[in-house]
């Protein structure tokens, strides 16, 4: 039995809650991964945002690092179904995917840019325009990106999904996959731009 009224106090609204509340049994708290943030890439809020800034952090080498790519990956890998919610604001943009853990990071070519290799996929929003993209395959969606992405992963099934979520949630793109690897979560940040996770 669902308590609708602490999904209320949540911001979650009946017409949200009708036909999507099974995602929520499969809602993962995902944790970003220091080691593998590009260094232009800034923390905030207890490591669950980032901002990509003109300025490099003094972070240390580690062979999961992004070199060249705003991008940062979540420590856990997933095998499972799994459900998880980002928010982003600024100008720059954000792609929100997922890759295999044995993507390259090192150096700015194609096979380490999430969505663009095919060891990954993702979703690309800007202000302007919203994509699926992998393996330098690119799909325009006609809706726009809204700030609140959440994405369901059904590893066994073979499905990744992407919806728009406010008062009501809306499909904005599934992929049928068969998945060979466990899946990181994935983020390319753009200039300006901040990301962070959601706590449902």
């Known amino acids: 039995m ?21 995602l929520l049994l499969y809602y993962n708290d995902i944790i970003l991964d220091p080691n593998t943030a590009n260094s232009y890439l800034c923390f905030s809020d207890g490591q669950r945002a980032v901002t990509t800034r003109a300025d490099p952090q003094p972070y240390a080498d580690h062979p999961d690092r992004f070199t060249s790519w705003a991008q940062v990956l979540c420590k856990a890998g997933m095998a499972g179904r799994c459900y998880w919610e980002i928010e982003w604001t600024g100008n720059g943009g954000v792609s929100v995917g997922v890759c295999y853990k044995n993507m390259s990071r090192a150096g700015g070519g194609s096979e380490c840019k999430l969505g663009h290799n095919s060891k990954s996929w993702t979703l690309d929003c800007s202000p302007t325009a919203c994509s699926f993209q992998h393996n330098k395959e690119s799909m325009t969606i006609s809706a726009q990106c809204a700030s609140r992405i959440g994405v369901y992963l059904d590893f066994r099934g073979g499905t990744l999904s992407f919806f728009n979520v406010s008062d009501a949630m809306v499909l904005l793109h599934k992929e049928k996959i068969t998945f060979t690897q466990p899946l990181y979560p994935g983020f390319w940040v753009g200039l300006g731009s901040t990301l962070k996770l959601c706590s449902i």
């Open 2 to 22: 669902w308590d609708l009224e602490a999904f209320s106090l949540s911001g979650w609204s009946l017409h949200r809650l009708s036909g999507t509340a099974h």
